[in-house]
């Protein structure tokens, strides 16, 4: 488990923004899908641009809190529960 990614990703309000609404999703987005959230709905309600949606998903990606599912030209995305729990007990064994 790489923590300087961990940390990075925590880092941004936003981001951390982005994985408080994932945890929830039927309560902060209008259309909430078996395979996660689409991307264009998180930049809807982050009102930021696309790639700067996507470079802060593929950071949180990247630390392992959330997991991407390609269908076509969409991507959805939803948080990673078993890895965010490890993530969890790293943490409080440091």
């Known amino acids: 488990m790489d923590l300087i990614r961990i940390y990075k990703a925590l880092s941004n309000p936003t981001r951390i923004q982005i994985l408080q609404w994932l945890k929830e999703p039927e309560k902060h987005f209008s259309e909430v899908y078996?395979?996660?959230?689409?991307?264009?709905?998180i930049q809807k309600?982050?009102?930021?641009?696309?790639?700067?949606?996507?470079?802060?998903?593929s950071i949180i990606q990247d630390?392992?809190?959330?997991?991407?599912?390609?269908?076509g030209q969409w991507t959805y995305y939803k948080r990673n529960e078993k890895q965010i729990e490890e993530i969890k007990q790293c943490m409080m064994d440091l």
């Open 63 to 71: 630390a392992g809190f959330i997991q991407s599912t390609r269908q």
């Open 34 to 41: 078996p395979e996660g959230v689409c991307v264009s709905d």
């Open 45 to 57: 309600k982050v009102k930021l641009s696309q790639s700067t949606v996507s470079l802060y998903l």
